[in-house]
Protein backbone atom coordinates (compact mmCIF):
# COMPACT_ATOMS: atom_id res chain seq x y z
CA UNK A 1 0.00 0.00 0.00
CA UNK A 2 1.35 3.32 -0.98
CA UNK A 3 0.28 6.29 0.49
CA UNK A 4 0.82 10.35 -1.55
CA UNK A 5 -0.49 12.29 1.58
CA UNK A 6 1.12 15.13 4.24
CA UNK A 7 -1.55 14.05 6.88
CA UNK A 8 -0.58 12.46 9.96
CA UNK A 9 0.25 9.05 9.96
CA UNK A 10 -1.40 7.10 13.28
CA UNK A 11 -0.97 4.04 12.94
CA UNK A 12 2.37 1.79 10.96
CA UNK A 13 2.18 -2.18 10.27
CA UNK A 14 5.53 -3.29 10.76
CA UNK A 15 6.86 -6.32 9.15
CA UNK A 16 9.76 -8.46 8.21
CA UNK A 17 11.46 -8.83 4.76
CA UNK A 18 14.18 -11.42 4.61
CA UNK A 19 14.04 -11.26 0.76
CA UNK A 20 11.75 -14.32 -0.06
CA UNK A 21 9.22 -12.57 -1.42
CA UNK A 22 6.75 -12.33 1.38
CA UNK A 23 6.76 -10.20 4.69
CA UNK A 24 5.82 -11.69 7.57
CA UNK A 25 3.83 -9.16 9.60
CA UNK A 26 5.72 -8.35 12.91
CA UNK A 27 2.90 -5.84 14.54
CA UNK A 28 1.68 -2.79 14.58
CA UNK A 29 2.66 1.08 15.72
CA UNK A 30 0.21 3.44 16.83
CA UNK A 31 0.69 7.38 18.38
CA UNK A 32 -2.03 8.64 20.59
CA UNK A 33 -1.81 11.34 22.57
CA UNK A 34 1.86 12.06 22.22
CA UNK A 35 2.84 8.58 22.99
CA UNK A 36 3.62 5.34 20.88
CA UNK A 37 2.44 1.92 21.81
CA UNK A 38 3.25 -1.36 19.97
CA UNK A 39 1.52 -4.68 19.70
CA UNK A 40 2.89 -7.78 18.14
CA UNK A 41 0.69 -9.41 15.56
CA UNK A 42 -0.43 -12.88 16.41
CA UNK A 43 0.93 -14.52 13.34
CA UNK A 44 4.20 -13.21 14.86
CA UNK A 45 3.75 -14.64 18.38
CA UNK A 46 3.78 -18.03 16.79
CA UNK A 47 7.42 -17.89 15.89
CA UNK A 48 10.52 -18.09 17.52
CA UNK A 49 11.61 -14.63 16.58
CA UNK A 50 13.11 -11.48 18.52
CA UNK A 51 13.58 -8.67 16.75
CA UNK A 52 14.84 -6.89 20.55
CA UNK A 53 14.88 -9.56 23.01
CA UNK A 54 15.57 -7.09 25.44
CA UNK A 55 13.81 -4.01 25.22
CA UNK A 56 10.78 -5.54 23.50
CA UNK A 57 10.35 -8.88 23.88
CA UNK A 58 8.07 -11.20 22.16
CA UNK A 59 4.58 -11.32 23.95
CA UNK A 60 1.09 -10.42 23.50
CA UNK A 61 -0.43 -7.02 24.55
CA UNK A 62 -0.04 -3.54 24.43
CA UNK A 63 3.24 -1.71 24.99
CA UNK A 64 4.43 1.48 25.76
CA UNK A 65 7.37 3.39 24.47
CA UNK A 66 9.56 5.67 26.87
CA UNK A 67 8.54 9.20 26.50
CA UNK A 68 11.79 10.83 27.01
CA UNK A 69 13.60 8.71 24.56
CA UNK A 70 13.87 8.55 21.18
CA UNK A 71 11.07 10.43 21.22
CA UNK A 72 9.09 7.59 22.13
CA UNK A 73 10.03 4.70 19.67
CA UNK A 74 11.27 1.64 20.49
CA UNK A 75 14.98 1.08 20.03
CA UNK A 76 14.18 -1.13 16.86
CA UNK A 77 12.33 0.82 15.35
CA UNK A 78 14.64 4.37 16.32
CA UNK A 79 17.22 2.24 14.11
CA UNK A 80 14.88 2.16 11.11
CA UNK A 81 15.44 6.15 11.17
CA UNK A 82 17.74 8.11 9.96
CA UNK A 83 19.74 10.97 12.16
CA UNK A 84 22.42 13.64 11.46
CA UNK A 85 22.63 14.30 7.68
CA UNK A 86 19.69 12.17 6.83
CA UNK A 87 17.36 14.15 9.31
CA UNK A 88 18.83 17.43 8.47
CA UNK A 89 17.79 16.33 4.63
CA UNK A 90 14.27 15.22 5.38
CA UNK A 91 13.66 18.14 7.43
CA UNK A 92 14.84 20.87 4.99
CA UNK A 93 12.77 18.72 2.34
CA UNK A 94 9.57 18.94 4.56
CA UNK A 95 10.19 22.58 5.02
CA UNK A 96 10.22 23.29 1.38
CA UNK A 97 6.83 21.69 0.71
CA UNK A 98 5.60 24.22 3.80
CA UNK A 99 4.98 21.17 6.50
CA UNK A 100 6.71 21.98 9.74
CA UNK A 101 9.13 19.01 10.26
CA UNK A 102 8.51 19.91 14.35
CA UNK A 103 5.04 18.38 13.79
CA UNK A 104 5.88 15.22 12.25
CA UNK A 105 5.99 12.18 14.62
CA UNK A 106 8.37 9.28 14.72
CA UNK A 107 5.51 7.34 12.35
CA UNK A 108 5.66 9.87 9.93
CA UNK A 109 9.11 9.62 9.71
CA UNK A 110 8.88 5.61 9.56
CA UNK A 111 6.15 6.10 6.43
CA UNK A 112 8.93 7.77 4.52
CA UNK A 113 11.34 5.09 5.21
CA UNK A 114 8.75 2.60 4.18
CA UNK A 115 10.10 -0.57 2.38
CA UNK A 116 13.51 0.13 1.55
CA UNK A 117 14.87 1.15 4.67
CA UNK A 118 18.53 -0.48 5.63
CA UNK A 119 18.18 -3.93 6.97
CA UNK A 120 14.75 -6.26 7.11
CA UNK A 121 11.81 -4.32 8.81
CA UNK A 122 9.45 -2.63 6.38
CA UNK A 123 6.93 0.34 7.41
CA UNK A 124 3.67 0.37 5.50
CA UNK A 125 1.53 2.96 4.29
CA UNK A 126 4.43 4.32 2.46
CA UNK A 127 5.18 7.89 1.49
CA UNK A 128 6.72 7.78 -1.32
CA UNK A 129 9.68 10.23 -3.07
CA UNK A 130 9.55 11.34 -6.42
CA UNK A 131 12.65 10.41 -8.45
CA UNK A 132 13.65 8.61 -11.47
CA UNK A 133 16.66 6.20 -11.37
CA UNK A 134 19.37 6.63 -13.31
CA UNK A 135 23.40 6.57 -13.08
CA UNK A 136 25.05 7.98 -10.24
CA UNK A 137 27.71 10.90 -10.36
CA UNK A 138 29.78 11.20 -7.45
CA UNK A 139 31.57 14.45 -7.66
CA UNK A 140 27.50 16.45 -8.36
CA UNK A 141 26.29 14.29 -5.27
CA UNK A 142 29.12 15.62 -3.66
CA UNK A 143 28.85 19.24 -4.51
CA UNK A 144 24.94 18.92 -3.31
CA UNK A 145 25.75 17.87 -0.36
CA UNK A 146 28.32 20.86 0.29
CA UNK A 147 25.22 23.20 -1.42
CA UNK A 148 23.05 21.70 1.68
CA UNK A 149 25.96 21.99 4.70
CA UNK A 150 26.82 25.38 3.44
CA UNK A 151 23.07 26.38 3.30
CA UNK A 152 24.18 28.02 -0.29
CA UNK A 153 21.42 28.09 -3.20
CA UNK A 154 21.45 24.76 -5.07
CA UNK A 155 22.05 24.42 -8.48
CA UNK A 156 18.73 23.56 -10.68
CA UNK A 157 15.56 22.50 -9.13
CA UNK A 158 16.34 22.38 -5.10
CA UNK A 159 12.85 19.97 -4.42
CA UNK A 160 14.04 17.77 -6.94
CA UNK A 161 17.41 17.82 -5.61
CA UNK A 162 16.43 17.31 -2.26
CA UNK A 163 14.04 14.58 -3.00
CA UNK A 164 17.14 12.69 -4.46
CA UNK A 165 19.47 12.85 -1.44
CA UNK A 166 17.08 12.02 0.56
CA UNK A 167 16.09 8.82 -1.39
CA UNK A 168 20.03 8.52 -1.78
CA UNK A 169 20.25 8.60 1.69
CA UNK A 170 17.85 5.99 2.63
CA UNK A 171 17.68 5.24 6.16
CA UNK A 172 21.62 5.50 6.84
CA UNK A 173 22.56 7.07 9.82
CA UNK A 174 25.78 9.55 10.97
CA UNK A 175 26.78 12.97 10.31
CA UNK A 176 28.53 12.75 6.92
CA UNK A 177 26.28 12.99 4.16
CA UNK A 178 25.74 9.56 2.21
CA UNK A 179 24.82 7.58 -0.76
CA UNK A 180 23.17 4.07 -1.20
CA UNK A 181 24.01 3.03 -4.61
CA UNK A 182 24.19 0.11 -6.83
CA UNK A 183 27.80 -0.61 -7.74
CA UNK A 184 28.85 -3.07 -10.52
CA UNK A 185 32.54 -4.29 -9.97
CA UNK A 186 33.27 -5.51 -13.11
CA UNK A 187 32.49 -2.52 -15.28
CA UNK A 188 32.54 0.16 -12.36
CA UNK A 189 28.81 1.23 -13.46
CA UNK A 190 27.02 3.01 -10.66
CA UNK A 191 23.32 3.05 -10.33
CA UNK A 192 20.60 3.91 -7.44
CA UNK A 193 20.85 1.23 -5.17
CA UNK A 194 17.75 1.74 -2.72
CA UNK A 195 15.30 -0.23 -4.60
CA UNK A 196 16.23 -3.98 -5.70
CA UNK A 197 18.93 -4.01 -7.39
CA UNK A 198 20.06 -6.59 -10.92
CA UNK A 199 22.00 -9.53 -10.13
CA UNK A 200 25.24 -7.80 -12.03
CA UNK A 201 25.16 -5.17 -9.08
CA UNK A 202 25.78 -5.09 -5.20
CA UNK A 203 24.76 -2.78 -2.71
CA UNK A 204 27.20 -0.03 -1.26
CA UNK A 205 27.34 2.59 0.43
CA UNK A 206 29.60 6.20 -0.48
CA UNK A 207 30.40 8.80 1.54
CA UNK A 208 31.12 12.62 1.22
CA UNK A 209 32.44 14.79 3.51
CA UNK A 210 31.26 17.06 6.29
CA UNK A 211 32.09 20.91 7.00
CA UNK A 212 34.42 19.89 9.88
CA UNK A 213 36.64 17.13 7.28
CA UNK A 214 39.31 17.79 4.95
CA UNK A 215 39.42 16.93 1.36
CA UNK A 216 41.34 13.49 2.14
CA UNK A 217 39.09 12.16 4.39
CA UNK A 218 37.71 9.62 2.30
CA UNK A 219 41.70 8.23 2.03
CA UNK A 220 41.95 8.07 5.66
CA UNK A 221 38.94 5.73 6.09
CA UNK A 222 39.79 3.98 3.79
CA UNK A 223 43.48 3.27 5.21
CA UNK A 224 41.95 2.48 8.31
CA UNK A 225 39.83 -0.05 6.70
CA UNK A 226 43.00 -1.51 5.36
CA UNK A 227 44.59 -1.32 8.73
CA UNK A 228 41.39 -3.14 9.76
CA UNK A 229 41.33 -6.06 7.75
CA UNK A 230 45.13 -6.51 8.20
CA UNK A 231 44.49 -6.76 11.72
CA UNK A 232 41.83 -9.82 11.55
CA UNK A 233 39.19 -7.68 11.87
CA UNK A 234 36.17 -8.83 9.73
CA UNK A 235 35.24 -6.17 7.25
CA UNK A 236 33.25 -5.96 4.15
CA UNK A 237 34.69 -4.92 0.43
CA UNK A 238 35.76 -1.11 0.59
CA UNK A 239 36.83 1.32 -2.30
CA UNK A 240 37.82 4.51 -2.72
CA UNK A 241 36.08 6.18 -6.10
CA UNK A 242 37.91 8.65 -7.64
CA UNK A 243 37.24 12.61 -6.66
CA UNK A 244 37.72 15.54 -8.98
CA UNK A 245 38.60 17.18 -6.20
CA UNK A 246 40.36 15.09 -3.09
CA UNK A 247 41.64 11.99 -2.39
CA UNK A 248 38.53 10.15 -3.50
CA UNK A 249 35.43 9.38 -1.99
CA UNK A 250 35.05 6.16 0.77
CA UNK A 251 32.52 3.32 -0.22
CA UNK A 252 31.74 0.03 1.68
CA UNK A 253 29.78 -2.70 0.84
CA UNK A 254 26.65 -3.20 2.51
CA UNK A 255 26.17 -6.02 5.23
CA UNK A 256 22.48 -6.03 5.56
CA UNK A 257 22.27 -6.94 1.82
CA UNK A 258 23.41 -10.12 -0.37
CA UNK A 259 21.36 -9.73 -3.60
CA UNK A 260 17.95 -10.38 -2.95
CA UNK A 261 18.32 -11.46 0.73
CA UNK A 262 18.21 -9.09 3.69
CA UNK A 263 18.96 -9.50 7.28
CA UNK A 264 17.90 -7.53 10.41
CA UNK A 265 19.57 -4.44 11.71
CA UNK A 266 20.15 -3.45 15.19
CA UNK A 267 22.44 -1.56 16.93
CA UNK A 268 23.56 -1.52 20.65
CA UNK A 269 21.89 1.50 21.02
CA UNK A 270 18.53 0.08 20.05
CA UNK A 271 18.70 -2.91 21.47
CA UNK A 272 20.10 -1.12 25.25
CA UNK A 273 18.27 1.60 24.92
CA UNK A 274 21.25 3.32 25.65
CA UNK A 275 21.23 6.70 23.40
CA UNK A 276 24.32 7.44 21.12
CA UNK A 277 24.28 10.92 21.84
CA UNK A 278 25.19 10.26 26.13
CA UNK A 279 27.78 7.58 26.16
CA UNK A 280 27.81 5.57 29.32
CA UNK A 281 28.93 2.20 27.90
CA UNK A 282 32.18 0.19 28.34
CA UNK A 283 33.05 -2.28 26.40
CA UNK A 284 32.65 -4.81 29.06
CA UNK A 285 28.82 -3.80 28.40
CA UNK A 286 29.09 -5.20 24.57
CA UNK A 287 31.22 -8.49 25.94
CA UNK A 288 28.10 -8.88 28.01
CA UNK A 289 25.83 -8.42 24.95
CA UNK A 290 27.58 -10.20 22.68
CA UNK A 291 27.67 -12.89 24.38
CA UNK A 292 23.91 -13.41 25.52
CA UNK A 293 22.65 -12.24 21.98
CA UNK A 294 25.11 -14.40 19.55
CA UNK A 295 26.32 -17.46 22.40
CA UNK A 296 29.31 -18.08 20.55
CA UNK A 297 32.86 -16.83 21.97
CA UNK A 298 33.99 -16.44 18.57
CA UNK A 299 31.76 -13.22 17.96
CA UNK A 300 32.74 -11.89 21.14
CA UNK A 301 36.60 -12.27 19.77
CA UNK A 302 34.77 -10.79 17.15
CA UNK A 303 34.42 -7.79 19.52
CA UNK A 304 37.20 -7.40 21.29
CA UNK A 305 39.63 -7.24 18.28
CA UNK A 306 37.63 -4.17 17.34
CA UNK A 307 37.69 -2.97 20.71
CA UNK A 308 41.80 -3.22 20.31
CA UNK A 309 41.83 -1.24 16.67
CA UNK A 310 40.01 1.44 18.30
CA UNK A 311 42.20 2.00 20.92
CA UNK A 312 45.38 1.62 18.98
CA UNK A 313 44.18 3.50 15.91
CA UNK A 314 43.00 6.52 17.88
CA UNK A 315 39.34 5.79 16.82
CA UNK A 316 37.57 7.19 19.46
CA UNK A 317 34.19 7.80 18.19
CA UNK A 318 33.48 3.97 18.84
CA UNK A 319 29.76 4.89 20.36
CA UNK A 320 26.62 2.63 20.72
CA UNK A 321 25.58 3.10 17.03
CA UNK A 322 28.79 2.16 15.76
CA UNK A 323 28.42 -1.39 16.99
CA UNK A 324 25.35 -3.67 14.88
CA UNK A 325 24.06 -6.89 15.26
CA UNK A 326 22.63 -8.91 13.02
CA UNK A 327 19.93 -11.90 12.60
CA UNK A 328 18.47 -14.14 9.70
CA UNK A 329 15.17 -15.46 8.98
CA UNK A 330 16.16 -18.50 11.21
CA UNK A 331 16.57 -16.10 13.88
CA UNK A 332 19.98 -16.51 14.82
CA UNK A 333 22.07 -13.42 16.09
CA UNK A 334 25.81 -12.33 14.99
CA UNK A 335 27.98 -9.38 15.27
CA UNK A 336 27.80 -7.34 11.90
CA UNK A 337 31.17 -6.53 10.13
CA UNK A 338 32.88 -3.61 11.41
CA UNK A 339 32.00 -0.10 9.82
CA UNK A 340 32.88 3.90 10.87
CA UNK A 341 36.60 3.66 11.46
CA UNK A 342 39.01 6.19 10.89
CA UNK A 343 40.87 8.41 13.03
CA UNK A 344 38.85 10.37 15.26
CA UNK A 345 38.11 12.18 18.53
CA UNK A 346 35.27 11.16 21.59
CA UNK A 347 33.61 13.48 24.14
CA UNK A 348 36.41 15.54 25.95
CA UNK A 349 39.09 13.83 23.92
CA UNK A 350 38.33 10.17 25.21
CA UNK A 351 36.85 7.18 23.87
CA UNK A 352 33.18 6.74 23.67
CA UNK A 353 33.14 3.41 24.73
CA UNK A 354 35.48 3.04 27.64
CA UNK A 355 37.91 0.07 28.43
CA UNK A 356 37.15 -1.26 32.03
CA UNK A 357 36.36 1.95 32.90
CA UNK A 358 39.46 4.23 31.51
CA UNK A 359 38.32 6.39 28.58
CA UNK A 360 41.14 9.03 28.08
CA UNK A 361 44.47 6.95 28.31
CA UNK A 362 43.43 2.64 28.30
CA UNK A 363 46.28 1.09 27.76
CA UNK A 364 47.37 -2.51 27.36
CA UNK A 365 46.73 -3.89 31.06
CA UNK A 366 43.03 -2.44 30.09
CA UNK A 367 42.57 -4.46 27.22
CA UNK A 368 43.80 -7.84 29.14
CA UNK A 369 41.54 -6.86 31.61
CA UNK A 370 38.61 -6.91 29.00
CA UNK A 371 40.02 -9.97 27.21
CA UNK A 372 39.80 -11.71 30.81
CA UNK A 373 36.20 -10.27 30.86
CA UNK A 374 35.53 -11.58 27.55
CA UNK A 375 36.78 -15.38 27.96
CA UNK A 376 40.10 -15.16 25.98
CA UNK A 377 43.01 -16.18 27.31
CA UNK A 378 45.77 -13.65 27.78
CA UNK A 379 48.21 -15.01 24.99
CA UNK A 380 45.19 -14.94 22.81
CA UNK A 381 45.12 -11.46 23.76
CA UNK A 382 48.26 -10.54 23.04
CA UNK A 383 48.31 -12.39 19.54
CA UNK A 384 45.75 -10.14 18.90
CA UNK A 385 47.12 -6.81 20.24
CA UNK A 386 50.37 -7.55 18.56
CA UNK A 387 48.67 -8.41 15.14
CA UNK A 388 46.81 -5.25 15.34
CA UNK A 389 50.29 -3.09 16.35
CA UNK A 390 51.62 -4.37 13.40
CA UNK A 391 48.69 -3.64 10.84
CA UNK A 392 48.81 -0.09 12.49
CA UNK A 393 52.53 0.68 11.60
CA UNK A 394 51.79 0.67 7.89
CA UNK A 395 49.75 3.40 8.36
CA UNK A 396 52.97 6.11 6.73
CA UNK A 397 53.13 3.51 3.62
CA UNK A 398 49.82 3.09 2.92
CA UNK A 399 48.04 6.30 3.94
CA UNK A 400 50.77 7.96 1.03
CA UNK A 401 49.99 5.89 -1.40
CA UNK A 402 46.17 6.83 -1.01
CA UNK A 403 46.71 10.12 -1.17
CA UNK A 404 46.46 11.41 2.19
CA UNK A 405 47.94 14.56 3.43
CA UNK A 406 51.87 15.09 4.60
CA UNK A 407 49.85 17.23 7.47
CA UNK A 408 47.52 14.46 8.26
CA UNK A 409 49.83 11.66 7.82
CA UNK A 410 52.21 13.29 10.59
CA UNK A 411 49.32 14.48 12.48
CA UNK A 412 47.72 10.58 12.58
CA UNK A 413 50.57 9.19 12.95
CA UNK A 414 52.02 10.76 15.88
CA UNK A 415 48.47 9.95 17.62
CA UNK A 416 49.34 6.26 16.36
CA UNK A 417 52.75 5.70 18.04
CA UNK A 418 51.26 7.09 21.34
CA UNK A 419 48.38 4.50 21.70
CA UNK A 420 50.96 1.57 20.27
Not at 217 to 245: K, W
Request: aromatic share 10%; hydrophobic share 35%.
Amino acid sequence: MKKNTVEPINHINVALDFGRGARLPVGRLAHRSGEIYFEYDSEFLTTELEISPFNLARGPGLKRGERGLFDGLFGVFNDSLPDGWGRLLFDRLMRQQSINPARLTPLDRLAHVGINGLGALTYEPVIDHEATPGPIFLDELADYSQQILTETPISGNSEAVLDELVILNGSSAGARPKALIGYNNQTQDLIYGVNDLPSTHDYWLVKFANRQDGADAGAIEYVYSLMARGAGIEMPSTHLFEARDGAGYFAIKRFDRNHHQRLHMHTACGLLHSDFRFPALDYEDLVALTSTLTRDIREVEKLFRVAVFNVLAHNRDDHSKNFTYLMDATGEWRLSPAYDLTFSSGPGGEQSTTVMGEGKTPAREHLFSLAAEAGLKRGAAEEIIDQTRASISRWPQLATEYGVSRENINLIGRALTRQT
